[in-house]
């Protein structure tokens, strides 16, 4: 069964670089047709996709988030990352760490087979 668990700052200061690292158990972020997601829920909204890595390691990023987002990973670790910069307080979220194991995307919650806890990111002064 595959884990995942999701850590980071907790309290980032806005125009700083938020770095989010998604720790993966119980199985590899190589295995075929996994997408490894990062989605985030602000405080009292949705549920919004920030983007993925492959596990070809094929990135794709929100396009709203694009230009100030790089998702990447370490195959050594098991690990993937997400990187933010230039935060703003709109950016203050839980971010989970989220897994589908199939050919396509989606951007259905429902869709997805394995979920981290979520890490809250506060972007305070």
């Known amino acids: 069964q595959v884990q995942l668990q999701e850590s980071g700052p907790g309290l980032v200061k806005p125009s700083k670089t938020l770095s989010l690292t998604c720790t993966v158990s119980?199985?590899?972020?190589?295995?075929?047709?996994?997408?490894w997601t990062w989605i985030r829920q602000p405080p009292g909204k949705g549920l919004e996709w920030n983007g993925y890595?492959?596990?070809?390691?094929?990135?794709y990023r929100s396009p709203s988030l694009k230009s100030r987002t790089s998702i990447s990973r370490d195959t050594s670790k098991n690990m993937v990352y997400l990187q933010m910069n230039s935060l703003k307080p709109e950016d203050a979220a839980v971010y989970y760490c989220?897994?589908?194991?199939?050919?396509?995307?989606?951007?259905?919650?429902?869709?997805?087979?394995?979920w981290g806890q979520g890490t809250r990111v506060t972007v305070s002064s």
């Open positions: 119980g199985g590899s972020i190589t295995t075929n047709f996994y997408y």
């Open positions: 890595i492959f596990y070809s390691g094929r990135t």
């Open positions: 989220a897994a589908r194991n199939h050919p396509d995307y989606s951007l259905q919650a429902r869709l997805y087979d394995n």
